[in-house]
């Protein structure tokens, strides 16, 4: 057990002790001086152990010595050496919990007490008959048995200890040195590669060559790719060695979602996903955070969504709940991918390590981009939570605190009053069923955010039905359903 834990255990055990002591004392007619005994003792260890006086080991031998006088105390007013005996066995065990060797010198000299006294000035200790004396001698060598074997015992637990925090500290100074390494060499890598992305991007502008274009295009690819696996490795060495630092700034949320779907758009290529953003408008409108950490951590859970997801969507989802500090901001991200299998989600965010081993090959990541999110999410004070079914789909989203510099909502309408909008969306083009619930959902929560008037459209039939029936002020249309009768929408429009 703990340091702090076993004086508990020592002072309470005392407590109770001198408690049924002063008990005795009183019903058995023992010495006045007795009781007060016992309460000085009572009060000086909880006084010792409430105010932490000096260091453990002082403390840890004041312990022993109260211990061992109120055990003699009991030997001078017992009638039997064997009872005493018995009880300073007890003690023996029960103080060898301090760890320390050297409280066995106390316990020897108290026993050396004990025996003098009932031997020469008691007289309780036969030794009429050699029974009597042999008796005795295996008593009282059982006694200093129980002692040396107690002695050995903690001096050899120590020495073992005192190794382990060599050798723990030895990985300590390797794990930093690790740390110092990855850190200079990622930062004498970064160099190069840039250089040679820059550079390709120049020769792509020139007129050359589809053959060099396309080599010169794998080159940039292969750099950037290069580039991510060795910012992975810095950022994870910075956290590891506690070096990374939180920098708040003010920022803008829409700002950081439209750098976020860019970039998942770019990451998405020819894949035929659906991104979907869904976002509280309520949001307030500056918040004050790390917005370069917290927009890493999404477009890790965005990237990986992306990867791992051939067919379907991609839905992040933005909230915001008000605390006296500011807000917690909810971000999730949700896929209709290939899943995790439950026994892999423990060591998802495990360092270097990849449930999908094959599949990360071939996508590329050395591991880490999950620990270090989880990492930084940490470093925020806040925490992540993962929900995924093999062949269903994964769902990250993390929760952490922010202040709020500008209360006002982030996205708001003005004369809301005379806004009366219709929409047509024909969700039966979506193949997946999640596609189709998550616009509706991503329309709701726009509708609500707003507190507009919303009129929504199974097919353009009910959409013009509505047109010549009500007024409206806006129309929400996708591209497909705008090409359904171009003439009449476009009517619409020009109006």
């Not at 060898?96 to 409280?103: D, G, K, T, W």
């Not at 723990?168 to 930062?187: C, G, M, P, T, Y």
């Not at 353009?460 to 509505?466: S, T």
Request: with cysteine.
């Amino acid at each position: 057990m703990g340091e702090k834990r076993t004086e508990k255990v020592i002072v309470w055990i005392y407590s109770v002790y001198a408690l049924v002591m002063s008990v005795a004392a009183m019903l058995l007619a023992w010495p006045a001086w007795i009781v007060p005994l016992a309460a000085v003792g009572l009060v000086s260890i909880w006084y010792i152990y409430l105010r932490e006086v000096k260091d453990y080991r002082f403390r840890a031998f004041l312990y022993a010595t109260l211990c061992l006088v109120n055990l003699s105390v009991y030997g001078l007013m017992s009638s039997s050496f064997v009872c005493a005996l018995c009880v300073l066995c007890v003690l023996v065990i029960l103080l060898a919990f301090f760890n320390i060797p050297e409280i066995v010198y106390l316990e020897v000299f108290f026993s050396l007490f004990l025996i003098a006294y009932h031997g020469l000035v008691y007289r309780t200790i036969p030794m009429d008959t050699t029974l009597d004396f042999l008796r005795f001698l295996v008593q009282v060598v059982s006694l200093f048995i129980i002692e040396l074997l107690t002695y050995m015992f903690i001096k050899t637990h120590r020495d073992t200890n005192l190794k382990l925090q060599e050798v723990i500290q030895d990985l300590k100074v390797a794990e930093q040195s690790k740390n110092d390494f990855l850190a200079n060499i990622s930062h004498e890598i970064r160099t190069p590669i840039n250089t040679v992305c820059g550079m390709s991007e120049m020769i792509l502008r020139e007129d050359i060559s589809d053959t060099v274009r396309e080599d010169t295009f794998n080159i940039q690819a292969a750099g950037r790719n290069l580039l991510a696996t060795v910012s992975d490795v810095l950022d994870f060495s910075e956290l590891e060695a506690g070096k990374m630092e939180l920098v708040e700034e003010p920022y803008n949320l829409t700002s950081t979602i439209n750098d976020i779907i860019n970039m998942a758009i770019a990451q998405k290529g020819s894949k035929k996903l659906e991104l979907i953003v869904d976002c509280d408008a309520k949001i307030p409108y500056t918040l004050l955070g790390d917005e370069q950490k917290i927009r890493r951590v999404i477009l890790n859970f965005v990237n990986n969504a992306i990867k791992f997801t051939e067919k379907g969507c991609v839905t992040i989802s933005f909230a915001g709940r008000k605390e006296a500090y500011g807000i917690n901001l909810m971000v999730k991200v949700k896929d209709t991918g290939i899943g995790i299998a439950e026994e892999n989600l423990e060591k998802l965010f495990s360092s270097f390590n990849q449930v999908d081993t094959k599949r990360n090959r071939q996508e590329g990541g050395i591991g880490v981009g999950l620990a270090i999110a989880k990492k930084l999410i940490n470093k925020m004070e806040g925490f992540i939570s993962v929900k995924s079914e093999l062949g269903k789909g994964s769902e990250f989203q993390f929760v952490i605190p922010q202040k709020v510099m500008d209360e006002r909502p982030m996205v708001a309408v003005n004369d809301v009053q005379n806004i009366n909008i219709i929409g047509y969306i024909n969700s039966e083009k979506y193949e997946f069923t999640e596609i189709r619930d998550d616009y509706m959902r991503n329309i709701k929560h726009m509708v609500e955010g707003l507190e507009v008037r919303y009129q929504s459209c199974r097919n353009l039939m009910e959409f013009k039905r509505r047109m010549e029936k009500e007024i409206y002020t806006h129309a929400f249309i996708t591209v497909e359903e705008y090409q359904e009768d171009e003439e009449y929408l476009t009517g619409f429009l020009n109006r």
